[in-house]
T-cell receptor
């Protein structure tokens, strides 16, 4: 049951270039989407989120785009830095605003930014 | 910045034994969660806890699992009789409200032998 899919297990980019990580979802009830970053031996760290009422959210070098009709979101990192090298998880929730905040995660994409 | 802390970082146990994984959520948070990640697989929701009761649990969270908030600071996950397939990284998470991002701990790696 892959309600959230990250089809690229890995991505390698040069420092200074743009990194684009993609995520697709199947559950039309999802209304809140998040990206988490995870370093080895650490828990996921929240990066950026977007509500389904928006199509773009920007925070510094990180921008998340949401295409509801395609059930697709992407994370853009520009410029990419070596410290951005980590596993990036896309996550979605259908319960925003309720008393539960269950997240459904994708399998993650390992981003490597080469100096 | 406040953190979710989990202990121990690594727990090794024999099949059939009981384990308790401990978490101290961020102090003013109200929503508490356990997730797990089996090696090479995705992070999976186990259970959510709010207002001193389970608000939702996944099909993974069977009768062998239980959660408790024994005092105002700790949040525990108990596995009564561990199985080999329980080996995973277990993440505790907490949230201040239902609409803010969850904050995760660094996880407890559970190895069942």
């Amino acid at each position: 049951d892959q309600q959230v899919k990250q089809n690229s297990p890995s991505l390698s980019v040069q420092e200074g270039r743009i990194s684009i990580l993609n995520c697709d979802y199947t559950n039309s009830m999802f209304d809140y989407f998040l990206w988490y970053k995870k370093y080895p031996a650490e828990g996921p760290t929240f990066l950026i989120s977007i509500s389904s009422i928006k199509d773009k959210n920007e925070d510094g070098r990180f921008t998340v785009f949401l295409n509801k009709s395609a059930k697709h979101l992407s994370l853009h990192i520009v410029p990419s830095q070596p410290g951005d090298s980590a596993v990036y998880f896309c996550a979605a929730s259908a319960d925003s605003g309720g008393s539960n905040y269950k997240l459904t995660f994708g399998k993650g994409t390992l981003l490597t930014v080469n100096p | 910045e406040p953190e979710v802390t989990q202990t121990p970082s690594h727990q090794v146990t024999q099949m059939g034994q009981e384990v308790i994984l401990r978490c101290v959520p961020i102090s003013n948070h109200l929503y508490f969660y356990w997730y797990r990640q089996i090696l090479g697989q995705k992070v999976e929701f186990l259970v959510s806890f709010y207002n001193n009761e389970i608000s939702e649990k996944s099909e993974i969270f069977d009768d062998q699992f239980s959660v408790e908030r024994p005092d105002g600071s700790n949040f525990t996950l108990k596995i009564r009789s561990t199985k080999l397939e329980d080996s995973a990284m277990y993440f505790c998470a907490s949230g201040g409200t239902a609409t803010v991002p969850l904050h995760f701990g660094n996880g407890t790696r559970l190895t069942v032998t």
